[in-house]
Structures are given as structure tokens and as C-alpha cells.
């Protein structure tokens, strides 16, 4: 599983942050900073939550990479 970001198009919710927070961060604007775009497998579930709830759709993932 592969995570990528579209940092450009974030409007700093940080809804990624509360639910995974070994994954995601914010910086000093706000905007999602991606910490580990291959998280270990535990993080599944909350990436895929963290997918769901960002309200601007800027998270996904690539499962074949």
C-alpha cells in the first residue's frame, strides 16, 4: 500500500492527523504532511479512515504499489 497526498489542494481539516497520527502531520499552515507514504499493515485501518473523512478527498491509496 502506497499513500499519496495532494497537498495542494488540503484545506487543513486534520482529520488525517487525529486518526493517524504515525501517518499523517500537519505544518505550520495547516496542510496535511505525509509521514510515512508505506505505513506497516496496523495502520490499515486507520488510513483507510483517515481516506474516508478528509472532506476535500486529498488522501488515497494505490493498493498495487
Known amino acids: 500500500m502506497k499513500i499519496n497526498v495532494d497537498r495542494d489542494a ?3 481539516a486534520g482529520q488525517c492527523v487525529l486518526l493517524a497520527p504515525d ?9 496535511v504532511v505525509l509521514l510515512d507514504e508505506r505505513p ?5 485501518f486507520a488510513v483507510q479512515e483517515a481516506v474516508s473523512m478528509c472532506p476535500t478527498g ?7 504499489a
Do not use: R, T
Open 58 to 64: 486529498v488522501i488515497w491509496v494505490d493498493q498495487n
Open 10 to 12: 488540503c484545506c487543513g
Open 23 to 31: 501517518v499523517f502531520d500537519q505544518d505550520e499552515e495547516g496542510i
Open 40 to 44: 506497516a499493515p496496523e495502520q490499515d
